[in-house]
């Protein structure tokens, strides 16, 4: 069956530097791949979509890489500050026969440190 | 001030009651979903609709029922089958199926 991963372990760095979230996927790769952030006790926000045939997306400080042949998207914070702590879901949508909806990973926490 | 709502933030209930949790949106979105969110886990999808009057099960809608009545609204009932129904409750909706989701704030609903 289709996995998504995304590391468990939250992620601590400090203010300034660059974060760097992986998602990890098995079997099929997606057609295109969002990014989202959650803030505790409230709902996702979309921040970022990336094609299949695209290796970069950026928008501001953010950054998205997608590598088929590792089956891998790469998610960057640029110059992070501590409003940048929270977590970030990863959603693939697998255009195989029979499915039609995204799929969300379980999160990466990011907590960026003053 | 276009947007997706839910109600309540915060709901509690006696163990056995059935609960409605209301779901709106004027985005003019035909799909619309409810998740799923217990502590330190992802989402996951109770029941989703791609038009009126039509929704199917997700991963976990055992002790879950929706209605799609009107394309703006999509409310979800916590039945009393429901055997863990604490959780936090996101509702979203997209344009169509597989397209950027957008949530509403959430009803954490507490069973007690």
């Known amino acids: 069956s289709q996995k998504i991963e995304q590391n468990s372990e939250a992620l601590n760095i400090q203010e300034g530097k660059t974060a760097t979230l992986t998602c990890n996927y098995t079997?099929?790769?997606?057609?295109?791949l969002q990014w989202y952030r959650q803030d505790p006790g409230r709902g996702p926000v979309f921040l970022l979509l990336?094609?299949?045939?695209?290796k970069e997306k950026r928008k501001e400080r953010l950054k998205v890489t997608f590598d088929t042949t590792l089956k891998q998207s790469l998610f960057h914070i640029t110059a992070s500050q501590p409003a940048d702590s929270a977590t970030y879901l990863c959603a693939p949508f697998f255009a195989y026969y029979g499915n039609n909806r995204l799929a969300f990973g379980k999160g990466n926490q990011v907590v960026v440190i003053p | 001030d276009g947007g997706i709502t839910q109600s309540p933030k915060y709901l509690f209930r006696k163990e056995g009651q059935n609960v409605t949790l209301s779901c709106e949106q004027n985005?003019?979105?035909?799909?619309m979903y409810w998740y799923r969110q217990d502590p330190g886990q992802g989402l996951r999808l109770i029941y989703y609709s791609q038009i009126v009057n039509d929704f199917q099960k997700g991963d976990i809608a055992e002790g879950y029922s929706v209605s799609r009545e009107k394309k703006e609204s999509f409310p979800l009932t916590v039945t009393s089958a429901q055997k863990n129904p604490t959780a936090f409750y996101l509702c979203?909706?997209?344009?169509?199926?597989?397209?950027?989701?957008?949530f509403g704030p959430g009803t954490r609903l507490t069973v007690l």
């Open positions: 990336i094609r299949e045939n695209e």
């Open positions: 079997n099929y790769s997606p057609a295109y």
């Open positions: 985005l003019n979105h035909d799909a």
């Open positions: 979203a909706s997209s344009i169509i199926l597989r397209d950027t989701q957008y």
